[in-house]
Each structure stands twice: as structure tokens, then as C-alpha cells.
Nanobody, 125 residues
Framework: VPLQASGGGLVHPGGFLRLSCVVS????????VGWFRQTPGKEREFVAA????????HYANSAKGRFTISRDNAKNTVYLQMNSLRPEDTAAYYC???????????????????WGQGTQVTVSS
């Protein structure tokens, strides 16, 4: 399933960005959409996920209270609103889709079957 991520850029600390992930196909294989991020030399880490069937949102501790994941089913798009950005949020951000996942699977990269290309987020003064 093709995924198209966009919305990255350069922002000052304390600023905000909204990432978008267009999911070209709405099927059971895209019930869960997650955002992950990766910096050079490090493993890809979970940021947030949204599950359509359960209508639930889940966040990494680093994202709670600052990031919001949402879904516009009419546009087949999942958004990641990122507020109060910090330099440590600098990374390439990836969206990924999976069939319906249970909560314990959400943070596992190998649970996701389709990945979009990364969009770079740089937080710097």
C-alpha cells in the first residue's frame, strides 16, 4: 500500500509542524497507521499510532502532551500535529500502515507492512 508522507521542515525550538500521511488505499490492511522517527545511527522509534476500528490514539512518552495524531477518513490522510518542538525531535519521520494491531504491537516496526518515505524534521535555532 503506497504511503506518502510530507510536511517536514526546519523550525525553531518551541515551534510546530503538521505532518501528513496519505494512505492511498483504505482497507483492513491500513486499519492502523503509525508514525516513527529515526536519526542517523539509531533505530527507528515509535512516535504515535492511530487505530481506525478502535478509534484510539497511542503515543510514546516523548510525544504525550505535545503531539496529536488524527485521521481524516474522507481524505485517507493521517496527520501528526507536533507542538512545542525540541531539538531532540530532529529526525526523519516515517508513516507506516498495518492491519488491525493490538496495543502491545503498536511500537514494533516489524508489525507494519507498508512504509512511506521519510520527511525530515529539523528543530534548531
Amino acid at each position: 500500500v503506497p504511503l506518502q508522507a510530507s510536511g517536514g521542515g526546519l523550525v525553531h525550538p518551541g515551534g510546530f509542524l503538521r505532518l501528513s500521511c496519505v494512505v492511498s488505499v483504505r482497507t483492513s490492511s491500513t486499519d492502523t497507521v503509525g508514525w516513527f522517527r529515526q536519526t542517523p545511527g539509531k533505530e527507528r522509534e515509535f512516535v504515535a499510532a492511530i487505530r481506525r476500528t478502535e478509534n484510539s490514539q497511542h503515543y510514546a512518552n516523548s510525544a504525550k502532551g505535545r503531539f496529536t495524531i488524527s485521521r481524516d477518513n474522507a481524505k485517507n490522510t493521517v496527520y501528526l500535529q507536533m507542538n512545542s518542538l525540541r531539538p531532540e525531535d530532529t529526525a526523519a519521520y516515517y508513516c507506516a500502515a498495518a492491519p488491525r494491531l493490538i496495543v502491545s504491537e503498536l511500537r514494533r516496526t516489524n508489525a507494519y507492512k507498508s512504509w512511506g518515505q521519510g520527511t525530515q524534521v529539523t528543530v534548531s535555532s
